[in-house]
């Protein structure tokens, strides 16, 4: 499953942005889906995830507050609205789908990646 990961740009310090996390085939409404960055120089970190129903999300403290999962698997996609964004948030986002139906943490629980898209934030 390739995932395609859009709606980055650059935006500056406040403001929102939504991202969006759609397969390229086939459908992820059956798995646990997570967003990860990477900002330059940096190990890539978990950020949000969300299990197969939407129900259940983990978020880690950096974003918590900020940051909201949602998704819709009628339209088979995944989003991460980002709100009152820091110079901090900036990185490439990935989205991920896991290997089970649950919302996880860890990158060894995802199997399927995005090319990432790259998110801005200037001060």
């Known amino acids: 499953v390739q995932l395609q990961a859009s709606g980055g740009g650059l935006v500056q310090a406040g403001d929102s942005l939504r991202l969006s996390c759609a397969p390229s085939?086939?459908?992820?409404?059956?798995?646990?889906v997570g967003w990860f960055r990477q900002a330059p120089g940096k190990e890539r970190e978990f950020v949000v995830s969300v299990d197969w129903r939407g129900g259940t999300t983990y978020y880690s403290p950096s974003v918590k507050g900020r940051f909201t999962i949602s998704r819709d698997n009628a339209k088979n996609m995944v989003y991460l609205q980002m709100n009152r964004l820091r110079p901090e948030d900036t990185a490439v986002y990935y989205c991920?789908?896991?290997?089970?139906?649950?919302?996880?943490?860890?990158?060894?629980?995802?199997?399927?990646w995005g090319q990432g898209t790259l998110v801005t934030v200037s001060s």
């Open positions: 085939r086939r459908t992820f409404s059956n798995n646990g």
């Open positions: 991920a789908a896991g290997r089970s139906s649950y919302a996880t943490s860890q990158r060894r629980d995802y199997q399927y």
